[in-house]
């Protein structure tokens, strides 16, 4: 299903906003999904021969409906400002604003502009980004540490990657709440980190 998405924002928002050209975020017709349906442990070769092609892989059911919803409590742990610790790091993101490029360093909680209404701890709803919390939510960080998901990173890098380290660069929640916010359409986010 394709949508129209230059009629569907504010006509008064794309005031003075170059559109991009038609068709630019058409998809193609003739695709393949690049999916693993049951686990890490459904991943084969071919996957990863995709992988190499496609730029991406699918891992259907890949954590446990536990394992989620134990993510899904500290996300709204989170956002409902219950964690001090994450808390007094965003308040002090907000008093430096580093440059946002250098991932590590800069934990945001990022609210819609109706937040500005709301208490602290009344304002969970509004929430729009959650950024580098995995130094703050073990319930959270153990997504990045899970050893299936470290060894199918090795495998998609090449070799038997036993010697990799991986440590988790940048952790981030995007949320769209409800009735508010506007669409945020294809982008090239690259540019925007600096770790070369």
């Not at 002090?92 to 800069?106: F, H, I, L, N």
């Not at 495998?155 to 010697?163: K, M, P, R």
Request: one cysteine or more; charged letters at 30%; aromatic letters at 10%.
């Amino acid at each position: 299903m394709s949508v129209d998405w230059k009629h569907s924002i504010d006509r008064e928002f794309l005031a003075g906003i170059r559109l991009p050209p038609d068709g630019l975020y058409k998809s193609r017709d003739d695709y393949t999904v690049n999916e693993a349906h049951q686990g890490f442990d459904s991943v084969c070769g071919d996957h990863l021969q995709k992988f190499v092609c496609e730029g991406y892989l699918v891992v259907r059911q890949a954590f446990s409906k536990q394992y989620v919803n134990n993510g899904l409590e500290s996300i709204k742990y989170l956002t409902s400002e219950q964690n001090e610790a994450f808390n007094k790091a965003c308040a002090e993101t907000q008093r430096v604003k580093p440059d946002m490029s250098d991932g590590p360093g800069a934990s945001i909680m990022q609210f819609e502009q109706e937040a500005h209404h709301c208490r602290k701890g009344e304002r969970e709803h509004l929430v729009r980004k959650l950024q580098n919390f995995h130094n703050f939510e073990d319930r959270l960080r153990v997504f990045g540490k899970n050893a299936q998901l470290m060894k199918l990173v090795r495998d998609l890098v090449g070799g038997d990657g036993s010697e990799i380290d991986f440590e988790i660069f940048q952790s981030t929640v995007f949320m769209k709440p409800p009735k508010i916010g506007r669409e945020k359409p294809w982008h090239q986010g690259q540019p925007l980190l600096s770790f070369y």
